[in-house]
């Protein structure tokens, strides 16, 4: 999901998003589907690059590796369960 740079609009009142409280004219990003068109002016949309990792094409090693970094215990995993437990991990 694409996030928006926003900034509070002149004329409006104080927004607070994500815990902070953000006055009039100031800027802050913010998740798409939160955008109130009433109180915030659209700067710029970013949009959200996600690497795609075709892990069908990678080594038990490196699937190991990827796999531990997301705190999976790899031990006697092979590769098909290795992939499932990194695509569920991804997934949560």
Not at 29 to 44: A, Y
Request: no cysteine; net charge negative.
């Amino acid at each position: 999901m694409a996030k928006i740079k926003v900034r509070v609009k002149d004329g409006s009142f104080p927004v607070r998003y994500d815990g902070e409280r953000f006055s009039i004219g100031e800027e802050f990003v913010i998740v798409e589907e939160h955008l109130n068109k009433n109180t915030m002016d659209v700067l710029e949309v970013i949009q959200d690059q996600v690497d795609i990792v075709d892990y069908e094409k990678l080594k038990v090693e490196e699937l190991k590796l990827i796999a531990e970094e997301k705190g999976i215990i790899t031990e006697k995993m092979k590769k098909d369960e290795l992939i499932a437990a990194i695509k569920a991990a991804e997934s949560e």
